[in-house]
């Protein structure tokens, strides 16, 4: 009866011990942080520095748009604070589902206030057709583009939205993210004024490329360029597809073709070997992102020169 009445007494103080240390308020404590791809993990760190813990839910290698987590990563997930959503199709399926599963986990959505543009299909401004996958889609304006990490202007709206949420979670540290976020908006600054250099001096009718997936628009379109699709719809092109992308390629005199790890390049090696082009790695999905986009911003200098 004793002890009856002491857990009584004690557990309400215990519960409310469990609540504190589930904040990044104690003393050494870290904000647990979860995102759905690797160029999240730069964006959060650049922002929350040593303030944070970061876990990626897509790993690398992994296809963004058929991911499933793993049941190690769903319990994980069920000790995370906040979750930084950005718009991919696995957000749609999987967030409900982890709300449930953790209730008193924050979702921030990033990609708020990010002007999209529609996937096009093969070159010929026609919109996607299939698999909502690609981003979700608005009336007026077909499938929309899901890959805004891949523009630094863009990139900017993000990472305030990013400074937001941890703000939001741990205001006892607003002024260290706030000094954090002006360092990083600078250096967007910065990068976007160097890869608009570079890519500047491509003669205008050779500033079109073509790629398997289509996930270069945003960067494209930034900096006057245009992707040209292999990916049918989210699929590997039909016979007639392919030969309609092979006799467009040759008509752009196309040298290089853009193939991403996370896709087949079977199509894409066929699409070379017919127009005599090289097939060169290129991801969208790289964790170290500024050095990535530097090296896109290479890889299409050269290709097009």
């Known amino acids: 009866m004793k ?5 009584k007494k004690v557990l309400p103080a215990v519960l409310g011990l469990m609540v504190a240390w589930a ?6 404590a870290k904000v647990r942080a979860f995102v759905s791809i690797l160029p999240q993990k730069y964006f959060v760190e650049r922002i929350g520095g040593d303030l944070v813990d ?6 690398p290698g992994a296809n963004p748009h058929m991911y499933e987590p793993s049941p190690r990563q769903m319990t994980a997930l069920a000790g995370a604070q906040v979750f930084f959503a950005i718009g991919v199709n696995l957000e749609e399926v999987w967030l409900p589902k982890l709300a449930d599963a953790n209730q008193t ?3 921030v959505r990033t990609q708020k206030g990010v002007e999209k543009i ?3 299909a093969h070159g010929h401004g026609e919109h996607e057709a299939m698999h909502g996958e690609h981003g979700g889609e608005e009336p007026g304006h077909g499938i929309l583009d899901p890959h805004i990490w891949l523009d ?10 990013t400074c937001d949420g941890l703000v939001r979670v741990d205001p006892a540290h607003q002024a260290v993210y706030e000094t954090n976020l002006a360092a990083f908006l600078k250096d967007l600054d910065s990068l976007n004024a160097s890869i608009a250099k570079s ?4 003669p205008a009718d050779k500033r079109t490329f073509m790629v398997f997936h289509p996930s270069w628009g945003y960067f494209a379109k930034r900096y006057g360029l245009t992707q040209v699709a292999i990916e049918a719809g989210g699929s590997e092109p039909s016979p007639r597809h392919l030969a309609e992308i092979i006799e467009h390629g040759r008509e752009l005199g196309v040298s290089v073709v853009f193939v991403q790890p996370q896709f087949s390049r079977r199509s894409a090696d066929v699409i070379a070997s017919e127009l005599g082009a090289r097939v060169v790695p290129l991801d969208p999905l790289a964790e170290n992102w500024k050095d990535n986009l530097l090296h896109a911003a290479d890889a299409f200098g050269q290709a097009l020169r």
Request: proline share 8%; aromatic share 0%; no cysteine.
């Open 54 to 59: 970061v876990s990626v839910l897509v790993l």
């Open 199 to 202: 890519l500047a001096v491509i």
């Open 152 to 161: 630094p202007v863009r990139v900017k709206i993000i990472a305030r939205n």
């Open 118 to 120: 529609p996937m096009t």
């Open 105 to 107: 986990m924050r979702i």
């Open 3 to 7: 002890v009856s009445r002491l857990m």
């Open 23 to 28: 904040g990044p308020a104690l003393a050494g």
